[in-house]
């Protein structure tokens, strides 16, 4: 469960197509599959991320890209193929396109592995993408400490990163250093903090969906340092020229991941151990959560409990 939930569920912004199933952080077991499926066999666990399906055909899905095809249908608010609704995992059965699930490794826990789909797969592939697989040793920054921020910490020091934390709210310092492993704590409304770590950082990963200007973050950053954007505010970043162009800084963005980046990053987190911290909900506390993800009051993502404790830790 996640925010992006609770926007379509109450047509936030205003694009959604009633009635609607949410979830597309999805983990379960195979109870059939069609005749032509041969990588899966009924009893296995596996996951369903955000894509349901996509064209197949265009040069982006032929690189392993299907996120950002044109053709792209998310698991839910959208058409599929054959003109019927997509549903989420806000369900007790979804039936997925083969070409769009994973294994989940059988060393991590179900419940624990679930939200690796959507806030995982999001800084995963934004490291990826900037090189930090293959260089350890980076000093890097998490921009908000919440479903998507905690994993990025987790990824962070599992790639071998000097990771810092940059919240507005100091209260979150422990749960930073103490809880997560990172390194170093920066209150952003603490201008001498923020001073002192000026041209401090080669990698900055922004999570925040709020409002907000990148010229302080990019004052951080080292020359030729990148910061990806991985949080989506409804309203326009502010993103200043002066520090940009004086330390020849890159800003990029990131959605999610493809299928064969969200098998990697489930590969990597079953031999590092990289599991979400979570909170299991109830079918009948989905509107308490809700209100809860709402008001950012969870630790750190919520898990729908959908088949029952049976499954919970499988």
């Not at 769009?100 to 060393?107: G, L, R, S």
């Not at 922004?206 to 505010?233: F, R, W």
Request: charged share 20%; hydrophobic share 40%; aromatic share 8%.
């Amino acid at each position: 469960m996640c925010r992006t939930d609770v926007h379509f569920a109450k047509n936030d912004w205003g694009n959604t197509a009633y009635p609607i199933v949410p979830g597309y952080e999805i983990s379960g077991i195979v109870i059939k599959v069609g005749s032509n499926v041969s990588k899966f066999k009924v009893g296995e666990r596996v996951g369903v991320g955000y894509v349901a399906a996509s064209c197949l055909d265009c040069e982006l899905c032929n690189s392993f890209q299907e996120n950002y095809c044109d053709q792209m249908r998310p698991v839910y608010n959208s058409i599929h193929w054959d003109g019927t609704p997509t549903y989420g995992g806000y369900s007790t059965i979804l039936v997925a396109d083969h070409r769009y699930v994973v294994h989940i490794p059988e060393n991590l826990p179900m419940d624990r592995a679930t939200p690796l789909m959507g806030a995982g797969l999001t800084v995963y592939t934004a490291m990826k993408d900037s090189n930090l697989f293959e260089s350890p040793g980076k000093h890097m920054a998490v921009i908000g400490l919440g479903g998507v921020g905690h994993m990025a910490i987790k990824f962070g020091k599992a790639f071998g990163h000097h990771v810092t934390v940059i919240s507005t709210s100091p209260s979150k310092e422990n749960d930073a250093k103490e809880k997560l492993g990172a390194d170093v704590f920066i209150s952003s409304t603490n201008l001498k903090h923020m001073q002192r770590n000026r041209r401090s950082l080669d990698f900055i990963i922004d999570t925040v969906s709020a409002k907000h200007s990148l010229g302080p973050y990019l004052e951080l950053l080292k020359v030729n340092g990148i910061i990806s954007i991985v949080g989506e505010p409804a309203q326009p970043i502010e993103v200043p020229a002066t520090p940009l162009i004086y330390g020849k800084k890159v800003v990029r963005g990131s959605i999610i991941g493809s299928v064969k980046e969200i098998q990697e990053m489930m590969n990597f987190c079953g031999k590092h151990n990289v599991l979400c911290d979570i909170e299991l909900v109830s079918t009948d506390k989905i509107n308490e959560a809700f209100d809860r993800l709402a008001k950012n009051d969870v630790k750190f993502r919520f898990v729908l409990n959908v088949a029952g404790h049976q499954f919970s830790r499988l």
